[in-house]
């Protein structure tokens, strides 16, 4: 498997969020609007990638029983330095996302790169399929934001459409529930018909 | 591939993952110390400069903190060449929709509202989320109103405050807010 | 007074399964019977009441008095996930019929945002319970975590029941499965929403 295939596979085939249905939380918390999604996506793909190069280069030295505390205080580690970082550099990002932010160590997507790919694999793989993955992460992210955003404000990255309210109901919580459901369905509809 | 487990090899390995954890926090902590302080430091002090005219001096140093009504205040004097041009007051109400509301208002030396600004809340977006200038327009009708004689409530309790649409407790908490500061600048002016 | 504030607040107002987004993994995975989704509101209440308390402990005893805030996630999962096995080896040995029932939810529990973010929430967010807006105190923290669990079990129940019915009906083949649980708990938290304004 080449680069660029790790990289797509993460996008399409095992896309976290609409095929592997992981890390629901900070999908469904942090995307009422596309730069919110976008904001909480490389966040992620961030830790993803630092998470997964270490892992892949100490795990031959981790003994079988204690690997996953260790993989958790790994990905607990890069999860504070992202958040330090972004308290720093990007206060206001930081102010939006809030409690989400710390719990991306506790997102299930990091530990399962860790476990089923990057303890396995070689520290550039794992670098690839952290990108690809966080990639997969981040553009349905921002696809759910910009839906919600469309949809409940009638804007875009805040460039407004049209104007008018929108329907306020896909910026509210059930909104986030509901437009990932249909999202879900389009995006299996669509790869299946590519398959 | 995975060692074979023993307790020795456990512990000294989970010890040392969470020592190469803990030094790369510290450093990174060290290091982004300074650009956490300064970036609370300039999110309050832009509060300050949207709200009151051009000062010289650095508000946030001058900070004067009282209790008004039970509420603590904070208020920062805006100084221009040695002379006041205003002054920002942080004041809060839980009496919002969705419980704390936190704002920045500024006033002039006469007792003129100047400008205010939303600096925490957490209204229903699309509805209550009005209160932000960036969302509408709706709180700039405070500004240039005095409040000895502009009503600091919804018209709906015979103030002089248009309400937003559907969202009148919020509008109704955001006056309280306005009030409160209010009082806490005349405590500051009236000595 | 405020502490039924509290309590009206997590379990209706501001849901941490509907409003919030915690803890939405193990909402969908355990969600497929109601005798599971008790099992797993009742492993949820029991860690996060403990959880909390002892990462309160840690925080405004060893991370404050330390000026180490900064290793507050990594600590606080590291004593959870501890937590969560020494609760396992104790409940196996002391009550074999509780660990029946709560024994599977137990390792979940480790990664279980609603309970890490709930720890977290209570030693950074200002919450406004009862007039001025502060951080929570010990009991007080305590109350928000037992009203927390409450609500995500509530919240978990019901979207059980609903499920139950759901598989008896026929739905749309695209739709099966999470999609159309998710579209159920859109609803569900619409209607939640009323609640809002409460407090």
């Known amino acids: 498997m080449n680069k660029l295939q790790i990289i797509t596979k993460g996008i399409i085939k095992e896309n976290p969020v609409f095929v592997l249905l992981l890390g629901m939380c900070p999908v469904l918390g942090t995307s009422s609007s596309a730069i919110n999604g976008l904001g909480m996506g490389v966040a992620t793909m961030m830790v993803l990638i630092m998470s997964n190069a270490v892992v892949s280069i100490v795990a031959g030295a981790i003994p079988n029983q204690v690997r996953i505390p260790a993989y958790i205080v790994v990905i607990a580690g890069f999860t504070t330095v992202v958040q330090l970082m972004m308290q720093a550099y990007t206060p206001g990002l930081y102010a939006t996302l809030g409690i989400f932010i710390p719990l991306i160590a506790v997102n299930c997507v990091l530990l399962a790169r860790a476990e089923a790919y990057a303890s396995k694999n070689s520290v550039l793989n794992s670098v690839f399929d952290g990108l690809g993955i966080g990639l997969g992460f981040t553009l349905a992210l921002t696809a759910l934001g910009a839906v919600r955003e469309l949809l409940g404000s009638m804007s875009v990255f805040g460039y407004k459409f049209a104007s008018g309210d929108g329907m306020l109901v896909f910026i509210l919580a059930p909104g986030a529930f509901i437009a990932l459901g249909y999202l879900i369905v389009i995006f299996n509809k669509l790869t299946k018909i590519k398959a | ?191 | 007074m405020e502490y039924i504030i509290i309590i009206i607040s997590a379990v209706f107002v501001n849901n941490i399964l509907l409003a919030q987004f915690l803890g939405v993994c193990p909402f969908f995975g355990a969600s497929n019977k109601v005798e599971t989704a008790i099992g797993m509101a009742g492993a949820v209440t029991f860690v996060m009441t403990l959880a909390t308390l002892i990462t309160w402990l840690l925080f405004y005893y060893v991370l404050v008095p330390l000026q180490i805030e900064f290793m507050q996630t990594v600590g606080f999962i590291l004593i959870i996930a501890s937590l969560v096995q020494m609760v396992e080896i104790i409940l196996k040995k002391i009550s074999p019929s509780l660990y029946r029932a709560l024994g599977i939810f137990l390792p979940l529990m480790a990664t279980n945002c609603a309970i890490v973010g709930v720890a977290i929430l209570v030693v950074t967010k200002e919450f406004s319970f009862g007039g001025a807006a502060h951080l929570l105190n010990l009991p007080e923290s305590i109350a928000f975590a037992v009203a927390n669990a409450l609500g995500f079990g509530v919240a978990l129940v019901i979207f059980a029941g609903l499920r139950e019915q759901l598989a008896l009906s026929d739905v749309p083949k695209a739709f099966r499965g999470i999609p159309i649980a998710l579209v159920t708990a859109g609803i569900l938290s619409l209607a939640f929403m009323g609640f809002s304004g409460l407090v």
């Not at chain 2, 809060?92 to 208002?105: E, N, R």
Request: aromatic letters at 8%.
């Open chain 2, 1 to 191: 591939m995975a060692k074979e487990s023993s307790l020795k090899n456990m512990l000294l390995c989970l010890f040392g993952v969470t020592l190469g954890v803990s030094a790369l926090l510290g450093g990174v902590y060290i290091l982004t110390y300074e650009s956490i302080e300064l970036a609370k430091k300039n999110e309050v002090n832009a509060a300050i400069a949207a709200v009151v005219p051009a000062f010289d001096n650095d508000p946030s140093v001058e900070i004067i903190e009282k209790v008004v009504d039970g509420k603590k205040v904070k208020i920062y004097p805006a100084l221009h060449g040695g002379e006041p041009v205003g002054y920002a007051i942080e004041a809060s109400t839980t009496q919002g929709f969705s419980g704390l509301i936190v704002l920045m208002i500024g006033f002039l030396p006469d007792g003129t509202i100047h400008n205010s600004a939303v600096v925490s809340h957490a209204e229903t977006p699309g509805l209550g989320d009005k209160i932000e200038q960036k969302k509408a327009n709706w709180s700039l009708q405070f500004n240039g109103k005095h409040p000895d004689n502009f009503k600091l409530s919804v018209r709906k309790d015979g103030g002089d405050v248009d309400a937003i649409t559907a969202s009148t407790i919020t509008s109704r908490a955001f006056c309280d807010a306005v009030e409160l500061a209010y009082k806490a600048f005349l405590t500051v002016t009236q000595q």
